[in-house]
């Protein structure tokens, strides 16, 4: 079975409606021989913040050092999403090889009219998942109600009802102290629910529960919280007190409301793992929630947030609030049993609004929303059939001081970020066997590989995009004599994949019928369009003078001042032999050098933060004014600030912006910024990670940490990104993400490879102390892929290895007359 099939398996369920009451998700777990009766559960329910409060939750727990499973819902993009394991998404194997276990089970039930629905099914998948990973704690959100609810099936160890409104009003009561008793149902039996709620509703709540942790605003409740307003654009500090215990922290939400949400979130992981307090300070300030009160840019003011009811449209207008800009723009898409009028009501005016619809079955008609919002008083309303599109003329028509934003529910904000988030990945297409390989990855029918493998030796291009705009996109290319093989996975409401075949110039053909005014369809494909054309590299604008990597591979050269690095810890922890050791670099030719205090090799022990900055800032402070770019090699912010104080001019992140504050630090500094993907930094020994396809797995994950990078300030030309060829990686990956470095170009920003003297080179017969040739040799298949700058120890050999990659694949543009 592949993994379309799989998935399409699992959306195919969609059409049985939602039903209550826990026995049809226990009988088939019963049937998974019940891989959750291990695992401890912490349960989240709530009509508003579920998710935010569980993904913050996730966040505390592992920044204790705990495996965390989280399960939300609904997704944005990818299915995957709805259940991830320490912040990973299931792998494509695991839901091929759930399906595969499960399918003649439920069609035996289907025959019986007794079929699980889609979400139990996804919440056993959740199960199955989390007890095959040996997660240390499973944080689930609740679909509906909580009663009845599939998630229902455990017995959790600690359970919140984060608020209550009017919803679901047909399946879990008519009022709000209904649907409070329903919602409470999730109570640990042996720990108190934590809630948000009040009044009658609380009142309700403890009629079912019985022993609650109040949270709140009040001096009243048992937690208090305080919102402190926004420390940033993208941020807002929160205070939460309890007995015995204070958080002051940022939240990257937000919005009063997330004060709350913080709060229970604190509370209940104290409650499983007494969490200390620098862990939840820094687990919560982590816990960014894609779409929820989303900045994506301040040039003008851009802001998606997936409120879907009336209740969440108050909160968001009462957060805009706190936001100074001059008109307000709306992209609009809702479903259609949501209360429209009310919706709109409680948002604030709009300048302009843009109804469209997200390709769902379930998504009100454009028309329809139309209408509400010209009788809520907006003057000027249009349409639009596709979310892309009309965020694009809503962009096109803002000013900078204006503010747009997405919302009416999570489906049109994940259309409307897949603006910043999809890529086309440029495939490197050398035989039959590399275009079969490209085309398998797309979930292509075999037939169809067989019928265009041939095809594909030009330039391939893979990309995901919605069914309807991938229809499309064949016909334009096959038009002009180009190949397009889609996914056989072809449902209009979820992405697929695409492989792009053609010559340089038939791409460049459909780029241009995609941006072609004329042929303007609604379906959003000029955003494709300008993605195409980054991917096949027809525009050239080149990167930022700043850097010398702008027309060249640059060579940086590590300069580790610490004692323990793996392979130089100790020669240079003097500052005489650091400084020394850089200008013979420099000498050699390297254009960039890093300076790292601190050792990530396997089981190395944490340097404080005042020790390492004792290291690294007085080496940068002697090379200042050096012909190089400055570079320190640090995880921490502390650290980063001081030495960009000191006159470094890039931060290279090994551990990818797990420090909350580093992507700030940088901006502030207008520095440059390295993010490299890490499962584990220090490196974990022996640790075991799954990937589908290492090298699209890696950008999917990269993709995340470079919006971080960008909603913080940085443009992607100050961004540099590192596929971490080590850490995390077999062996035989790292080659693959070396064989592969080009394919990292999706990302639109420039690539490191640092592979300098690593174990990986024991895959091809090199001892430790034999790896300087390897190195060399990986450094010239590195340039010659196309990597901005490759991290080495020994400089001269390796810049004459870069240079000969260079000038064998242009003489006449790369020469170093001696």
Known sequence: MEYHEAAD???????????????????????????????????????????STARMVERALREDGLSVGLYTSPHLEDLRERVRVDGRKIPRSAVREYVEAVREYVIERGAGSESPTFFETMTALALWHFGREDVDVAVLEVGIGGRYDATSVVDPIA????????????????????????????????????TGVTGSALEAVCEVAGEVVTVGTDDESDVRVDYRGRTNHTEAGVSIRADGWTVETNVPLPGRHQAENAGIAAVLAR??????????????????????????????????????????????????????????????????????????????????VIAAE???????????????????????????????????????????????????????????????????????????EDARNALAGADVDEREIRRTDADAVHRVVKTNLRARQARRLQRELLRLGGECSLSTRTRDDERIDAVLMGTLAQLRRLTEALEDPSSDRGDGLHDVARELRAAIEIDDGGHSTRFPWRDRTAVMGILNVTPDSFHDGGAYDAVPDAVARAEEMIEAGADVIDVGGESTRPGADPVPIAEEIDRVVPVIERLEGADALLSVDTRKAAVADAALEAGADVVNDVSGLEDPEMRFVVADHDAGLILMHSIDAPVVPDREVSYDDVVEDVIDQLTERVLLAEKAGLDREQIVVDPGIGFGKSARENFELLGR???????????????????????????????????????AIAADRGADIVRVHDVPENVAAVRTALAARDPDRYGWES
């Open 741 to 779: 470095v080009d394919e990292f170009r999706a990302l639109g920003c420039p690539v490191l490879v640092g592979h300098s003297h690593k174990s990986m080179f024991g895959h091809v017969g090199c001892r430790a102390d034999e790896r300087l040739e390897a190195t060399v040799a990986a450094s």
């Open 9 to 51: 398996f699992l959306f195919n369920l969609r059409r049985f409606r939602p039903k209550p009451g826990t026995e049809s998700t226990a009988r088939l777990l019963a049937h998974l021989e019940d891989p959750h009766d291990s695992i401890d559960c912490v349960q989240i329910a709530g009509s508003n913040g579920k998710g």
């Open 271 to 352: 409650q499983v793992a007494d969490v200390s307090e620098p862990a939840l300070e820094r687990g919560l300030r982590s816990a960014h929630w894609p779409g929820r009160f989303e900045v994506v840019d301040t040039d003008p003011l851009i802001v998606l947030d997936g409120a879907h009811n009336p209740g969440a449209c108050e909160t968001l207008a009462e957060t805009l609030e706190t936001y100074a800009y001059d008109d307000l723009h709306v992209v609009f898409g809702a479903m259609h049993d949501k209360d429209h009028r009310e919706m709109a009501a409680a948002l604030p005016t709009p300048e302009t």
């Open 159 to 194: 359970s919140a009802v984060t608020s209550v409104t009017l919803e679901h009003t047909g399946i879990i009561g008519d009022t709000e102290e209904a649907i409070a008793r329903d919602k409470a149902h999730v109570a640990p039996s042996d720990a108190p629910l934590v």
């Open 358 to 432: 997200p390709p769902l079955d379930r998504a009100e008609d454009r028309d329809v929303l139309a209408r509400v919002f010209e009788e809520a008083g907006a003057t000027d309303v249009r349409t639009n059939a596709d979310v892309c599109d009309a965020l694009e003329i809503a962009l096109t028509g803002a000013d900078g001081d204006d503010c747009v934003l997405v919302t009416g529910s999570l489906f049109a904000v994940a259309e409307a970020r897949s603006r910043w988030t999809s890529a086309g990945i440029p495939k490197r297409i050398r035989d039959l």
